[in-house]
């Protein structure tokens, strides 16, 4: 996992080496100059030597400059190291997903690929700042002046490596105690934001009940629940603060008491005890920066597993060695086909297809929730590959295409589909990003889309919102059929992507199609037995496995299934037939 | 301890009045906490008293203990001791009251946490629909998670933490004056300098940082949409494009968080070494007036005020720190206060549902739930009360209606529904079949017209009576997190184990539910996302059947069901519309035969209605809708 992160360091290694350097000369100015300031007091202001207080002031005050240089230089390395890293990772995590395959991305929600992308970066980031900044500081620090404790008087220094050991086992034991309590209050906390998220979605259903003093009783005694466990985990944090007080306090009359003997004894000067006191503060306050890290980082460990998780996923999809670039027809056909969505093979989704569909025709897919339509069709484009069997397009297997050629040429309208923020003219242009206006207006024609595109304020340059959230869920499918169709694809795959339009404009598009692209080839999956009746054949699914196969006159003789789905589509409507 | 830190951040707006803000806060912190804070206030005084204290005990520690020491032959070290113990005293009072009051302060913080969530929920639970579609949820999420958080830094950390350094502050400042006036003067110069220095770095910084939020928000909002479709990228191999467009959004983020953090990381090392000058100077003006013997400065009087001299940087420093979180704080507060500052949903109703029973031909009110409902209507000129049964009798009269006043979606609509009566709307995709459903209820309020039900103008109905009156399947269902129980519960809190489960037989999911895990006892999460879509709608239909209300309003959502399910549930429907009035949206041929009136919708106006027969005589649009075997959603 390190390893993998750390591999997005890159060009920012120089900086991530350089702020630690910088860091630490910082503490090597700040061990010299108490020992100035002691000098200024004991030699300068005690024996009234005004020249030495010159001197050693013209030193400190370089001191305090090369200090502020390389203070400045590790802030400026740090946040450069820090961000640099972030917007590597942030990156990496990007390119790498835009490889991943259909089956990848089911592996990850979307929402957890958001979260790796978003909320995970910003806790490495920080993490990696403060690991640069303060990890090797403070310890070095600590260490530093302990050693210059001991350089001024042992007896005293070990007080304060006494008071050292001390404070880091009851610090360990405090954190520990506390973090178990945050790792039981961050979940909850999730929870409360979630249902907080479904009441904001839901509130129609919150309103039409008048559930509103009920949700908010509910959310009440939630809330209250992470106020318990916060408390419980902060009152541990709290104990922190007078401890490392007492422990301060503690040492400085310890050695108050000790020095003041040394004193009168010869055996330091008074100079030595205030550079002892300054020390004091040092060792104690880097301890607490120690346990300080070692929280943070134990907390960003989960982000840095979520984000190596994604970094280390390989796309299973690859492209052939030699690619074939270019699809010669429209024929499909399916030899032997099984498919299942996990790679051992079990739980096969598909079983034994095999169909010839001949380049031109339109053929309609008809089954029940589960019955592997959408399964089917997403072999044709290679957005899975087959467990065994193949599938063929214009008589070659597709593995043995171009990935990105063999989608151009096989347009698919997903089932989910969606619009991105942008004019409507940049949305369809997803489809051909060369493509004019005029044939932008021609896709929305044969998709029954021009109408209402037109009647809207600024037709063809309307803004989009995200999500596609300011047109009709019938709008967004006749849009998303246009842009399938700016491809100009040798097959087209509807994958129930009318459900929502009106069934006189269904009729219409599928009108269209038949007149206007007569050699692409149509795949139409539908609920509606009307959107694929006329079809040149049906396929009728059931359980993975191809039912029945035929024309609709065909199947409605010889197919049980299909004349039952027929019939209830039609049931209360014997008068059906006589009203065309 | 950090809090969980989100992805998304504020965005950054200038906020118009932060001190308005900033008055708004503390007060409603003070509405709960105000004698919390008055003894935290105390301790924090005690507690810094008692670290001064301690810094006077070294000042004197070498003047007054140790310097007459040396110069007598036999040191008494007693007065030493019993100086040492009276501090000790001094600290361990500092120690426990430090302890107190962090120990308050965390009850205030999350105090005032679970406060705020509790009043932005139930403040939000009243705002009217409108301002659900008007606003994003994530935008509305990001008032829960990142804005609260915004307030937890500043409560917890910068409020004690600037209390604590002010009076830290003005006592060292005392104590400096007391010793020397010149050196004083000298030290406050060096602060004013440090001060100057830090509020630029710290402007510059928080214009990057600002900067850095908008960059944050663009590289988020890029990245929520294209993971949500990125299966559509796929399919129109749009990775590089995507690469690019990322790439160009990242780097700038890049450089703007690198200068926010570059600007925001130096602030601390800037001050430490311009106290250290600040030390230097002031040891040197020092050592000339004390040597020179003008101002009566002692030597161990200046080696005590270049204690203080340290001491008085400290706290600057840590203030100067807690800016940002504050300026952050505020713009976190100011979004919460606009949410809780929006218009609830306008309710001057005033008439009521009760049960009632018949007593000599006479409606009487009962407490008991006797199937049977009127209206309390107690006029308001004469306050005499009326009581009118609910039957179901709603009129819309020439309304009018848009969502916004400049976009009207529904012209003129007149439509009468008997009691016990199905009316069907059908029409084309926004035709605005869903919108006249949203008005009987009134999750939107018209325009023009008038909405009676049963004779009552629907706006002098208290809204909670109308919509219990009322029973509503919508088109796209949301459960809720919890057992399937739980969820058909939610159309009748009290209902018993017995009515829940005759609920789910009504609307046949019985069967599916005993078929779960844990049967009724399974526990749904994200709006049920382990059901098929069929299943969400047969349990929505349970749950609008054990509220058992007189007037149904269904939304028949069959467009992503298969034929067999659909049957299921459309069997479910139509066992809840038996004898109840029922304003369907409806798809299916079956639906809208039986209805006694069906309703043509084109761009918001009725331009048929009718029964089935009737319509199919006349030929019209209606009759042009059966080109398929069902009717457009």
Partial sequence: MIKTLAAQIKEFKKASILTPVFMIMEVFFEMVIPLMMASIIDDGVEAGDMRHIYLVGVFMVGAALLGLFCGIMGGKFGARASTGFARNLRQAMFDNIQTFSFSNLDKFSTAGLVTRLTTDVTNLQQAYQMLLRICFRAPISMICAMAMAYLINARLATVYLIALVLLAIVLFFIIKKAMKYFQLAFPKYDELNASVQENVSAIRVVKAYVREEYETSKLKKASQGIYDIFLKAERQVVLNMPVMQFTVYTCILLISWMGARMIVQSELTTGELMSLMTYCMNILMSLMMVAMIFVMMSMSIASARRISEVLNEKSDLANPVNPIYDVPSGDIEFRDVNFSYYEDGSKSVLHDINIKIKAGETVGILGGTGSSKTSLVNLISRLYDVSSGTVLVGGRDVREYDMDSLRNQVSVVLQKNVLFSGTILENLRWGNADASEEECRRVCRLACADEFVEKMPEGYHTYIEQGGSNVSGGQKQRLCIARALLKKPKVLILDDSTSAVDTATDAKIREAFAKEIPDTTKLIIAQRVSSVQHADHIILMENGKINGYGTHEELLRDNEIYREVYESQTSGGGDFDEKK | ?633
């Avoid at chain 2, 779960?516 to 049920?528: C, K, Q």
């Avoid at chain 2, 005589?617 to 398929?628: F, H, N």
């Fill in chain 2, 1 to 633: 301890m950090p809090g969980p830190m989100r992805g998304r951040m504020p965005k950054g707006k200038k906020i118009e009045n932060p001190g308005k803000v900033f008055k708004r806060l503390m007060k409603y912190v003070a509405k709960s906490y105000g004698l919390h804070l008055v003894v935290v206030a105390a301790l924090i005084f005690v507690s810094v008293l008692a670290n001064v204290q301690g810094t006077m005990f070294i000042q004197s520690l070498i003047d007054d203990y140790i310097q007459p020491m040396l110069t007598t032959d036999a040191p008494d070290f007693h007065p030493l001791a019993m100086a040492i113990m009276r501090v000790a005293g001094f600290y361990a009072i500092g120690v426990a009251a430090a302890y107190v009051y962090n120990r308050i302060m965390i009850n205030v913080t999350q105090g005032v946490l679970r406060n705020l969530r509790n009043d932005l929920f139930s403040h939000m639970e009243t705002l009217p629909i409108k301002y659900f579609d008007t606003h994003s949820h994530g935008d509305i999420m990001s008032t829960y998670t990142n804005d609260t958080d915004t307030i937890r830094q500043m409560v917890s950390q910068s409020m004690p933490q600037v209390f604590n350094s002010a009076i830290t502050i003005v006592s060292v400042f005392i104590s400096m004056v007391i010793l020397s006036v010149p050196l004083t003067v000298v030290t406050l110069v060096m602060v004013a300098l440090m001060l100057v220095i830090t509020g630029k770095t710290a402007g510059l910084s928080g214009r990057y940082f600002l900067q850095q939020q908008k960059d944050i928000g663009k590289v988020n909002g890029f990245i929520e949409e294209m993971m949500e479709g990125q299966k559509v990228v796929k399919v129109f191999c749009h990775e590089e494009e995507n690469i690019k467009k990322f790439n160009e959004l990242n780097g700038n983020l890049y450089h703007s968080a690198d200068k926010a953090n570059y600007l925001a990381n130096i602030v601390g090392p800037v001050n430490m070494q311009l106290g250290n000058v600040s030390y230097v100077v002031c040891a040197i003006v020092g050592g000339a007036l004390a040597l020179s013997g003008i101002s009566g400065l002692s030597l161990g009087a200046l080696a005590s005020f270049l204690t203080f001299n340290r001491s008085f940087n400290g706290p600057i420093n840590q203030v100067s720190q807690q800016l940002n979180s504050i300026v952050m704080a505020m713009a976190g507060a100011d979004r919460i206060f606009k949410m809780m500052d929006e218009e609830p949903e306008a309710d001057n109703g005033y008439v009521t549902l009760v049960h009632v029973k018949e007593e000599n031909g006479r409606l009487v009110e009962s407490d008991k739930r006797t199937g049977r409902w009127a209206w309390r209507h107690e006029h308001q000129a004469d306050h005499t009360v009326d009581y009118v049964e609910l039957k179901g009798d709603v009129v819309f009269d020439g309304v009018d209606f848009g969502y916004n006043d400049d976009k009207i979606v529904l012209h003129d609509v007149k439509l009468f529904a008997e009691p016990g009566q199905k009316i069907a709307f059908v029409g084309s995709t926004g035709a605005g079949k869903t919108t006249i459903t949203n008005l009987i209820n009134r999750f939107y309020d018209i325009q023009d017209g008038k909405i009676r039900y049963d004779g009552i103008n629907v706006n002098k109905i208290k809204k909670a009576d109308l919509r219990h009156s009322l029973g509503i399947v919508l088109q796209d269902t949301h459960l809720f997190t919890g057992t399937v129980k739980d969820n058909i519960r939610y159309g009748k809190l009290d209902a018993t184990d017995e009515e829940v489960i005759a609920a789910a037989k009504l609307a046949n999911a019985d069967g599916f539910i005993r078929h779960l895990p844990e049967g009724y006892d399974t526990v749904l999460t994200g709006d049920g996302a382990n059901l098929s879509q069929g299943q969400r709608q047969l349990l929505a239909i349970a749950r609008a059947a054990i509220a058992d209300p007189p007037v149904l309003i269904l939304d028949e959502a069959t467009s992503s069901i298969d034929t067999r399910t659909e049957r299921i549930v459309q069997d479910g429907m139509d066992k809840l519309m038996k004898g109840r009035t029922t304003f369907v949206i409806a798809h299916r041929l079956s639906t809208v035969r039986n209805s006694d009136c069906i309703m043509v919708l084109e761009q918001g106006r009725i331009i048929e209605r009718g029964t089935h027969d009737q319509l199919i005589e006349e030929q019209g649009k209606y009759y042009q809708l059966y080109t398929g075997n069902a009717i457009a959603t």
